[in-house]
């Protein structure tokens, strides 16, 4: 029996012959692309959506089910399901990693292809599903900060170095350097990194001693790029001078520094601390723009911060009004102000506009 079922892709991952599911709309409300309609151009019409700074869209996927007595999944369970396979594939990539970075840091020997499998382990999660930044928001109960830190920071990393169109080589190499960026934070003392309190300048002096540990602890591996081992020094250094360990400025910040920066960044504030909560996505896309111009590379920023938030396209939240809703719509400008729909009825509440300033999204 055939089956159809609705799925978000990324327009990036579009094919000729897929069948929208849903109207795309614009931000001015008008149809750009109606539901039925069939893909055939298919760069033609990424163009033609990124310019209207639309990254996702519902198509149809066809299902051809035997009929067996057993229910199909809701989406609920499939949503479940997909939470618990991301897990697995972190748990698995997490024991890894650990082993690795106790090697390097030991200055033992390790093998190039060993850590490329990781690397493939940790592509293949982006690989496996549509939307890695739901899947990270929905992950809430990981608590060793280095580990989970680290595998965020090099999905979201690999996510903006395709959205730069970096060429393979280039995708490969950023991957590396997220991984690995972390692996110095094994050598600072474990209570200052687990504290609940704020840090006394003493405990962040020690903090930022872990690049210099990341670095000293690669540089010896041959299959390590420079351009690798540049990113795992240079990925707290600020557009600005105002960043750490060499105070470079600008254009003197390698690509996948400045990269990596943003990645490092939001990774960090969407998840909890011992000192503190975590806070929205659309929280630090606001905090990104009103507090970070300055520091991190403008065109990347800029770049990342539209691309961002059309990945919560769908998503469910809870408003501070007490209801539930799911955003349908990203504006270009306000960006963290979404259009939202609420549950179970025909009620569309613009969060950018002015009477509705005092709602906010205060879970995901």
């Known amino acids: 029996m055939s089956k159809l079922r609705i799925k978000e892709v990324s327009i ?120 890695v930044f739901q899947l990270m928001q929905k992950m809430e109960d990981l608590d060793d900060i280095t580990y989970a830190h680290s595998y965020n920071v090099t999905l979201i990393s690999y996510s903006i170095g395709k959205w730069l169109k970096l060429t393979k080589k280039q995708l490969e190499d950023l991957t590396l350097a997220s991984m690995l960026l972390d692996i110095g934070k094994m050598k600072v003392d474990s209570e200052i990194l687990n504290k609940s309190e704020n840090f006394t300048s003493d405990d962040f002096l020690e903090c930022k001693k ?39 400025k600008g254009d003197k910040i390698p690509l996948f520094a400045r ?36 520091k991190l590379d403008p065109k990347i ?12 396209v769908g998503q469910q939240i809870e408003l501070s009004n007490g209801k539930y809703a799911r955003i349908i719509f990203v504006p270009s400008q306000n960006m963290y102000r979404p259009v939202v729909k609420i549950d179970n009825t025909e009620e569309i509440i613009d969060l950018s506009s002015r009477e509705n300033k005092d709602i906010e999204i205060i879970n995901f």
């Open 12 to 131: 990036e991952d579009l094919k000729k012959g897929m069948k929208l599911a849903k109207d795309v709309i614009s931000q001015r409300g008008n149809i750009l692309l109606p539901k039925g309609q069939k893909l055939e151009e298919i760069q033609r019409t990424q163009t033609f959506l990124e310019q209207h700074d639309i990254y996702f869209v519902f198509v149809e996927e066809d299902q051809t089910n035997v009929t067996t007595g057993i229910e199909p999944k809701t989406e609920l369970e499939k949503e479940v399901e997909e939470i618990e396979l991301f897990r697995e594939d972190y748990l698995q990539v997490r024991s890894r990693m650990q082993n690795d970075f106790e090697k390097i840091l030991q200055g033992e020997n390790i093998e190039k292809e060993d850590v490329h499998e990781n690397v493939g382990k940790i592509l293949d999660a982006y690989g496996n599903t549509m939307n």
């Open 210 to 248: 872990h690049v210099i540990y990341s670095y000293e602890a690669v540089k010896n591996y041959d299959f390590l790029s420079q351009d690798v081992k540049q990113a795992i020094l240079m990925h707290h250094e600020r557009m600005d001078g105002s960043g750490y360990p060499l105070a470079v």
């Open 259 to 294: 990269i990596i920066a943003i990645a490092d960044i939001y990774s960090a504030i969407t998840s909890a601390r011992p000192y503190r909560g975590k806070k929205t996505p659309f929280q630090v896309i606001s905090m990104l723009e009103r507090d970070y111009v300055q």
């Open 301 to 312: 920023l800029y770049h990342f911060m539209h691309r961002i938030g059309s990945c919560f």
